[in-house]
């Protein structure tokens, strides 16, 4: 079996899971009470930042800090529990099938769910923004170009996170562990965020996309966002924390 087929299989598996629910949810959450505090929307607390472009980063920031890797977290968890039940993962490694390529197979169906969840978060930031416009009676919605922009270099900027939450899930076989440490990284993302050696902490890059453009819209419109040495490292760190999942992946099952 190929990289594609084996894929093909691990998203059959997940229609009969909790996971597609679990990836809506957070964001229904997150938008209601946006929507109803779309009036302090329009006292920017920083100038030159107009309301419209105040709710969408707003919005996003607290998508990009704690939902989106929160959920990263869960469904890593929640792939290697698929395996467990019923001694799913000893049959698969019983089969022809490489376990390296079953690994990689089950990241690109969670870089997918990422994918879901944050064309979820923009397409609900539309409709939400049209809500709270009319709440509010002023125009919320930020130009659509930037929010795609900003949207899409999110979701890319957190494929190096997904590679070290990937790495955590399949060494640490306790989901408690692997939640909990998970967790921690979200926590300390933001204080790293602020110091010299950010770009080594890949959970920081979501949350560092969006307000970097943040600042981009009111203090310095011509900034922009320094691709070194953030994007050798973090090919690096992607490719590190693939290659020890994919060694490691299995290798209590098979001994």
């Known amino acids: 079996m190929n990289l594609f087929t084996l894929t093909a299989a691990e998203v059959k598996k997940i229609r009969r899971s909790f996971i597609l629910p679990l990836l809506f949810v957070p964001l229904v959450i997150l938008w209601i009470p946006n929507i109803i505090n779309a009036d302090m929307s329009l006292t920017p607390v920083m100038a030159g930042i107009t309301p419209g472009n105040n709710f969408f980063i707003q919005s996003f920031m607290g998508f990009a800090w704690f939902i989106f890797p929160a959920s990263i977290i869960v469904c890593t968890v929640l792939l290697q529990q698929l395996e467990q039940k019923n001694k799913g993962l000893l049959k698969m490694l019983a089969l022809p099938i490489s376990p390296r390529l079953l690994c990689l197979a089950k990241f690109l169906v969670l870089v997918l769910l ?142």
């Open 114 to 255: 990422a994918l879901v969840q944050a064309a979820a978060m923009t397409g609900l930031y539309f409709l939400c923004a049209r809500i709270a416009s009319s709440y509010v009676n002023a125009d919320l919605t930020a130009q659509t170009g930037m929010v795609l922009k900003v949207s899409g270099t999110l979701f890319l900027s957190s494929l190096p996170m997904m590679s070290l939450y990937w790495l955590m899930s399949v060494c640490l076989t306790t989901p408690v562990f692997s939640i909990g440490l998970g967790l921690a990284t979200m926590v300390s993302s933001v204080l790293l965020l602020n110091t010299k050696i950010w770009f080594l902490y890949p959970p920081c890059y979501p949350f560092y996309v969006v307000t970097s453009n943040y600042m981009k819209l009111s203090t310095n419109p011509d900034s922009t966002i320094d691709l070194v040495p953030w994007i050798p490292a973090a090919a690096a760190i992607s490719i590190l924390c693939l290659l020890i999942a994919c060694l490691a992946f299995g290798h209590g099952e098979r001994k």
